[in-house]
């Protein structure tokens, strides 16, 4: 589905036609990925009673535009694309950077956030001075350490057989060839613009404490990019928070654990739509 804005949003709709009536659950992927890493539960959803909107934020793979430097920028887009679209009842899921656009969309659009799922967060979130300047002077190899760290030690290493749950699916590979897929389409720029945008964001506190909406955190146990840990100011900020912690899970939680965090979404979006409005 493209969203109709002035710069396009895509937008994969899980398999099902788009109907703005039905509860919405919008997904938002992390630093250079797009809406592919949430297939497995975004097609679940559509095919159990809910409308999908899995989007390539801007300047990622099918949207338009460049990468935007900030988490309210990119929120602000992700919002007027979504009055657009007539969206008036969703939850919104966000993964890593998106669960920081998940945070901002909330404040943009309290009237029509039921909840908000947050995915391998972290408050602040941090990216090393090493790291960012490997995303700009050393890219590839930027991606083979964010990829090694994005996993569990039990499949992390390129070199270390098997890293896959099942025939013909490596996970870390597979991440690889997205990440190098969207550099190759979309430009150099956009890794260490997603970088700096998450390693920028300052309200994160602020912006959870006000919320109204039930929140869901989703973590890994083993997440070296954002441990459980890294989260704990952003939940005790919240004044509905649930937490759900995946077991040897790394931050790649979607792919390492997707029967996990389907349910955990599937469970929080039946309570989200289901609970009186205030």
Request: hydrophobic share 45%; with cysteine.
């Amino acid at each position: 589905m493209d969203l109709p804005t002035s710069l396009r949003l895509y937008a994969y709709t899980g398999g099902k036609a788009f109907d703005a009536s039905k509860p919405t659950v919008v997904f938002l992927h992390g630093a250079q990925h797009d809406h592919s890493v949430w297939i497995l539960q975004s097609r679940y959803l559509a095919h159990h009673g809910y409308s999908v909107l899995a989007l390539d934020l801007p300047g990622h793979m099918r949207s338009e535009g460049p990468a935007l430097e900030t988490v309210e920028e990119i929120a602000d887009r992700v919002a007027d694309a979504l009055r657009s679209a007539k969206v008036t009842r969703m939850i919104a899921v966000g993964h890593s950077m998106g669960s920081l656009i998940a945070l901002e969309l909330a404040k943009r659009m309290p009237e029509s956030v039921r909840g908000i799922a947050l995915v391998a967060t972290a408050f602040p979130m941090r990216v090393a001075e090493p790291l960012l300047n490997a995303t700009r002077e050393a890219p590839d190899e930027a991606l083979d350490m964010i990829n090694v760290w994005s996993h569990s030690a039990s499949i992390a290493g390129f070199d270390r057989k098997p890293s896959n749950p099942g025939p013909g699916f490596s996970i870390m590979w597979q991440n690889l060839r997205l990440m190098q897929r969207i550099q190759r389409c979309n430009g150099s720029t956009v890794l260490p613009t997603d970088f700096v945008a998450c390693n920028r964001y300052a309200a994160g506190l602020e912006t959870a404490a006000a919320l109204q909406c039930p929140v869901l955190f989703v973590l890994g146990s083993s997440d070296s990019m954002t441990p459980p840990r890294a989260a704990k100011a952003l939940i005790d900020a919240c004044r509905q928070p649930q937490v759900v912690t995946l077991s040897r899970a790394g931050h790649a939680l979607m792919s390492e654990n997707p029967d996990g965090v389907r349910t955990a979404i599937a469970d929080f979006a039946r309570r989200a739509f289901a609970a009186p409005v205030n």
